[in-house]
């Protein structure tokens, strides 16, 4: 089993449409979640930090959900510049590893 | 403003060939990580490191070795690359732990080596 998991979609919506995204995680004692985004051909990027009580930051909203090892991503109000890859990474309890889901895959059409 | 930089975008190379792939950061971070990406399989951690010679497997580092005489610069060396090794290389550095869960956790990647081996 991947340690982190996520549905490679694509996902395609509509712009204005309201789209998330679920990630599950294998290991109980992870301890920092993070959204990277990643356009196409070029590097993975920093989209928000997830913390427990859930953060919200513009028309993104990240939630965590620690009993049931999963964190969602909520992109409002969809822009074609959504259109990009989401991976879902997590940080263990000890060491400075990140391991990466393969992402998920946004289109946002016109 | 962080910058990560890598040698080359594309490297075109020969079965049995050495390989040097270089990154270079100029935010004095601590940590450096060399990753592959592959369609379907996501980032996977190569080699890491904490500090200047100093270096750690990460969960695939088969085929690979790395270097870090400088702390600004992590490089990855395929002794003898072969066909399986063709990926995009994606360096990455992150800064010291301040508190858990801070900036110290934020990866920032160079723009990725695109290695094909024939």
């Known amino acids: 089993r991947k340690e982190v998991e996520q549905d490679p979609g694509p996902f395609n919506v509509p712009e204005g449409a309201t789209v998330a995204f679920n990630c599950t995680y294998s290991n109980s004692a992870s301890q920092s979640f993070f959204w990277y985004r990643q356009d196409c051909r070029k590097e993975p990027k920093l989209l928000m930090s997830?913390?427990?009580s859930g953060n919200e930051d513009g028309r993104f909203t990240a939630q965590l959900n620690r009993a049931s090892q999963y964190i969602s991503l909520l992109i409002r109000d969809s822009k074609l510049s959504d259109s990009a890859t989401y991976l879902c990474?997590?940080?263990?309890?000890?060491?400075?590893?990140?391991?990466f889901g393969a992402g998920t895959i946004l289109r946002v059409k016109s | 403003d962080v910058k990560v930089t890598q040698s080359s975008r594309y490297l075109v190379k020969r079965t049995g060939e050495k390989v040097f792939l270089e990154c270079v950061q100029d935010?004095?971070?601590?940590?450096m990580f060399w990753y592959r990406q592959d369609p379907g399989l996501g980032l996977r951690l190569i080699y890491f490191?904490?500090?200047?010679?100093?270096?750690e497997k990460g969960d695939i580092p088969e085929g690979y070795s790395v270097s870090r005489e400088k702390k600004e610069r992590f490089s990855l060396i395929l002794e003898s690359a072969s066909t399986n090794q063709t990926s995009m290389y994606l360096c990455a550095s992150s800064g010291p732990s301040r508190t858990s869960g801070g900036a110290w956790d934020t990866q920032y990647f160079g723009p990725g080596t695109r290695l094909t081996v024939l």
């Open positions: 997830v913390y427990s």
């Open positions: 935010m004095d971070h601590e940590n």
């Open positions: 490191s904490y500090d200047v010679k100093m270096k």
């Open positions: 990474v997590v940080k263990g309890a000890y060491g400075n590893k990140l391991v």
